[in-house]
């Protein structure tokens, strides 16, 4: 519906209602006093319109309420201490209004609250005391304030709370060791406020804590070597803080972590080496510090890092580390203000990815690599420097002489007179030891040879022998035998190729370019294209390629699941398939589109996002494959295009239009989205066009393989839905971005609808994510 105008007030006469749900209109005005007669109303929600004035008192009536929901909208005026009567709630979300004022001290009553929402308000005052006394919270979101509160007093002990987040406030105090008893929690987020103290230790003892995020506050010491527990955190945010000493080698055992910053601190000693232990990392911040030392070469093992490499304003010295060259995803790199000497490793020129780079004031020296990040730097990049040369503004020709001319003949004048004596003396030595040591020398440049072309990695697609590669995969395979073949698709079949080395990987051999036919080229030129300019750990990985009249091939890494479509039509593969692995598959796929979408250097769609294109690893990890299809966008461009993709998952605005955005695969990846939750294709679902078909029950959509979704994941389960619901959309211009839709459903946010067992299509349709 598209309702407006005001809410009557004689809706207040319907005294036996037990529901009133005005949710996602334009209503507007105020809500009407009347409202507070509806004494058997169970729930009250009137969010995404656009109310105004106060939230009134006489809403304290409705005792039996359980659920109000006021978000996103334009009230205004302070909380009323008549919300302390509805003992029955349990949950208050007021986020995103213009709310004033304290929270009242009649909170406390609210003893079976279990989410309080209110962010993005203007709510100036303090928290009560008494809200120490809602032990049943399992969600509380107040950030985007001026709440005023003495953190180590205003809280208490939450044993079922599982998201915490009172940032951007006015909070100071200590954090107290009571949030260890919190043993539920998985965000807790109190950045931007003016906490002091010590970091409790007993934070360590959260094992579900996912999100830590303790920045720009006032917070001393050291960081507790207990935080090494925490083993399912993704990230920690701990910059901007007076924290000192060393950095717990702890931190290394942190096998989940995805983004580390501890900027702007006090911290010193050198970097921890174990940190290169943290393989999931994708953003590494240990900027304006006191570390010094070298760069681990560890550091070099990090191969996800992708959104930053920054370790400038330290004492780092040494020569820099040529294993940060193995970094290929990684984007921005900052090494400036540090105390680096020797020439910048000639292995950056293998950072294809690099988007910017800053070594200024350092003691480098020496060419600067040959690759476009650097080449197109400016030369603030590498100001103060000992030498560094390169065609870039500001910098002297690699060519140029350092000295001048008669510095230079005096020196050679110098040279000549010392040298020429020695060379005389010398000449008839070489002669002897040079001719006979030529048979031994051929001997070991012929034996290095053949070591350096064992030990290398025939599949760099930078830098390998194409030779070697397409012998070793025509051996492995038998020429292509079938019994090798593990997939066919369109453009070709898929063989599973093992290598003397013991490297398995995955083949994909097109079909041959013959008759006038292009389109099999085309795909071959598309998927190296789009493949070259990608690096994400959920995006299959391409090795190598071979283009030779006989055979032309691609070289992936080896998927050892298989395709998703092929684990969720089996039985038993499916029934491995639990509701989480099935959330995280559904988390991968969106964080590969979200990259190809935003982070690309120019965006990529992938145009043929299916079941079949979706590979799990040996973990049950997702990579998006087969970019055989791929579009890269034009900016300023109309994109259009003939129709491409799987039947089923192309977005039906293709069919008319042609022309080509990231929506398309926003539809695409909601279809994938729906087939792993549903186990099967969404047919049925996409085209349910009646009201009455939206009052099917979720329950009865999900998997059947599988029994309910347990409480620790059902929120997870009925969130991602919803969002693969917003995803197909028949209007391209209101289903969300794949960025949004990939920070979403990282996070995850409560349904707030109520039991599982009673939730209907229409209610996840309607649910504003």
Request: hydrophobic share 40%.
């Amino acid at each position: 519906m598209n309702l407006t105008g005001p809410i009557p007030p004689t809706l207040g006469n319907l005294r036996n209602l037990t529901h009133l749900y005005l949710f996602s209109n334009q209503i507007s005005g105020s809500i009407p006093a009347q409202l507070g007669n509806l004494k058997n109303l169970d729930g009250l929600a009137l969010y995404n319109n656009i109310l105004t004035g106060q939230i009134p008192p006489a809403l304290g009536n409705l005792r039996n309420l359980t659920l109000l929901y006021l978000y996103s909208n334009q009230i205004s005026g302070s909380i009323p201490l008549e919300v302390g009567n509805l003992m029955n709630l349990n949950i208050l979300d007021l986020a995103d209004n213009l709310l004033t004022g304290s929270i009242p001290s009649t909170f406390g009553n609210l003893t079976k609250l279990e989410r309080f929402i209110a962010l993005n308000n203007h709510l100036n005052g303090k928290i009560p005391k008494s809200f120490r006394n809602c032990s049943r919270l399992t969600r509380v979101r107040l950030e985007g304030n001026h709440l005023i509160a003495n953190v180590s007093k205003a809280f208490g002990v939450y044993p079922h709370l599982d998201f915490m987040d009172v940032s951007n406030n006015r909070l100071f105090g200590e954090l107290s060791p009571n949030w260890g008893e919190c043993r539920n929690l998985m965000m807790l987020q109190f950045y931007g406020n003016m906490i002091t103290g010590r970091i409790p230790r007993e934070i360590g003892r959260l094992a579900r804590l996912q999100v830590l995020g303790l920045s720009s506050n006032r917070l001393v010491g050291e960081i507790p070597k207990e935080l090494g527990r925490l083993t399912s955190l993704f990230n920690l945010n701990l910059s901007d803080n007076q924290l000192s000493n060393r950095v717990p080698q702890e931190i290394g055992r942190l096998s989940n972590l995805e983004s580390l910053d501890l900027s702007m601190n006090n911290l010193a000693g050198p970097i921890p080496p174990q940190l290169g232990n943290c393989f999931k990392l994708r953003y590494l911040k240990l900027s304006e510090n006191y570390f010094n030392g070298s760069i681990p070469f560890q550091i070099g093992n990090l191969i996800h890092l992708q959104g930053a490499l920054d370790l400038s304003h330290n004492s780092l010295n040494g020569e820099i580390s040529s294993q940060i060259g193995n970094l290929h995803m990684l984007e921005m790199l900052n090494l400036s203000h540090n105390m680096f000497s020797g020439s910048i490793p000639k292995s950056f020129e293998g950072l294809l990815s690099l988007q910017s780079v800053d070594f200024s004031y350092n003691d480098l020296e020496g060419p600067i690599p040959n690759s476009k990040a650097f080449q197109k730097a400016l030369g603030k990049a590498f100001i103060k420097n000992k030498g560094l040369c390169g065609e870039v503004q500001g910098l002297r020709p690699c060519n140029a002489p350092s000295t001048s001319h008669g510095d230079a003949r005096k020196g050679h004048q110098v040279v000549i007179f010392i040298v020429l004596p020695l060379l005389a003396a010398l000449f008839l030595l070489y002669i002897v030891v040079g001719v006979s040591s030529i048979y031994y020398q051929r001997r070991r440049n012929k034996e290095k040879e053949v070591l350096e072309r064992s030990n290398r990695n025939p599949f760099s697609i930078w830098n390998y022998d194409g030779i070697d590669a397409f012998e070793q995969i025509v051996e492995a395979t038998e020429s292509f035998d079938d019994k090798y073949c593990i997939g066919i698709g369109g453009y070709g079949k898929v063989y599973k190729a093992n290598l003397p080395s013991g490297q398995v990987v995955a083949v994909k051999k097109l079909h041959p370019f013959e008759g006038g036919d292009q389109s099999n080229q085309r795909s071959f030129r598309n998927e190296i294209r789009a493949l070259t300019e990608i690096r994400h750990r959920n995006i299959v990985k391409l090795y190598g390629f071979c283009s030779h009249a006989q055979f032309s091939f691609l070289v992936y890494e080896y998927m050892e699941r298989g395709s998703l479509a092929s684990i969720l039509s089996n039985d038993r593969g499916a029934t491995e398939l639990d509701w989480t692995l099935r959330v995280n598959i559904i988390k991968g796929v969106a964080h590969a589109l979200s990259y190809m979408h935003r982070d690309c250097t120019q965006p990529i769609v992938h145009r043929d996002l299916s079941s079949k294109n979706v590979l799990l690893n040996s973990e049950f990890e997702a990579c998006v494959s087969d970019f055989g299809t791929a579009r890269l966008l034009i900016p300023d461009s109309s994109n259009w295009t003939t129709l491409a993709g799987t039947y089923g998952y192309i977005a039906p605005e293709l069919a008319f239009t042609m022309r080509v955005t990231e929506k398309c695969d926003v539809y695409s990846f909601g279809v994938v989205a729906l087939e792993v939750m549903m186990g099967r294709h969404p047919g049925e679902l996409i085209s349910l066009s009646s009201p009455s078909g939206h009052d099917t029950l979720l329950k009865d959509l999900l998997d059947q393989r599988l029994s309910d979704p347990t409480t620790e994941i059902v929120q997870e389960v009925l969130f991602v839905v919803s969002m693969a619901l917003s995803c197909i959309r028949p209007d391209p211009n209101s289903r969300p971005t794949m960025h949004y839709v990939a920070q979403e459903i990282s996070i995850g946010r409560p349904s707030s609808l109520g039991p599982f067992h009673g939730l209907t299509l229409r209610q996840l349709m309607d649910l504003k994510v």
